[in-house]
């Protein structure tokens, strides 16, 4: 990616009790063969960072990213963020949810489709809308 832009409005610290164990990153950027920017989940765990894109790219290229507009965890076990993005496509603006999984253990994220198209289908257009439709943390 790059011009890369993080949102810290929608980025956070992750803690394991009083321990800081990861720091959660969102934003946008320009990727390669991506017809316009595209949004993207970082999560950084000591010294390494995994980073994958999300709207705008590859499934969810139909929809250019505005950037994200809320960030939290929806469940625990297995730990799953939910993220809004701010999306546009030829007929309108809209909130994307979107459901990423994060294995702690080799710090990797990944898109969880199914439950990323439950959140569109309900209707979600928060965090805690996402929460009642797939589970709490």
Same mark, same amino acid.
């Given at each position: 990616?790059?011009?890369?832009?993080?949102?810290? %409005?929608?980025?956070?610290?992750?803690?394991? @009790?009083?321990?800081?164990? $990861?720091? *959660?990153?969102? /934003?946008?950027?320009?990727?390669?063969?991506?017809?316009?920017?595209?949004?993207?989940?970082?999560?950084?765990?000591?010294?390494?960072?995994?980073?994958?894109?999300?709207?705008?790219?590859?499934?969810?290229?139909?929809? %250019?990213?505005?950037?994200?507009?809320?960030? @939290?965890?929806?469940?625990? $076990?297995? *730990?799953?963020? /939910?993220?809004?993005?701010?999306?546009?496509?030829?007929?309108?603006?809209?909130?994307?949810?979107?459901?990423?999984?994060?294995?702690?253990?080799?710090?990797?994220?990944?898109?969880?489709?199914?439950?990323?198209?439950?959140?569109?289908?309900?209707?979600?257009?928060?965090?805690?809308?996402?929460?009642?439709?797939?589970?709490?943390?």
């Amino acid at each position: 990616m790059t011009d890369v832009e993080i949102s810290k %409005t929608q980025s956070f610290r992750v803690v394991d @009790g009083a321990r800081q164990v $990861a720091t *959660v990153l969102t /934003g946008h950027g320009d990727m390669p063969d991506a017809i316009a920017a595209g949004c993207f989940i970082a999560i950084q765990q000591g010294g390494d960072v995994e980073l994958i894109p999300t709207l705008g790219y590859g499934n969810y290229e139909a929809e %250019t990213c505005g950037g994200p507009l809320a960030v @939290g965890i929806v469940t625990s $076990a297995p *730990v799953r963020f /939910g993220i809004v993005f701010r999306g546009y496509s030829r007929e309108a603006k809209t909130s994307v949810p979107l459901v990423v999984e994060w294995n702690r253990r080799d710090n990797t994220l990944l898109i969880d489709d199914v439950l990323s198209t439950k959140a569109w289908d309900g209707g979600a257009t928060s965090i805690a809308a996402m929460r009642r439709l797939i589970g709490r943390p």
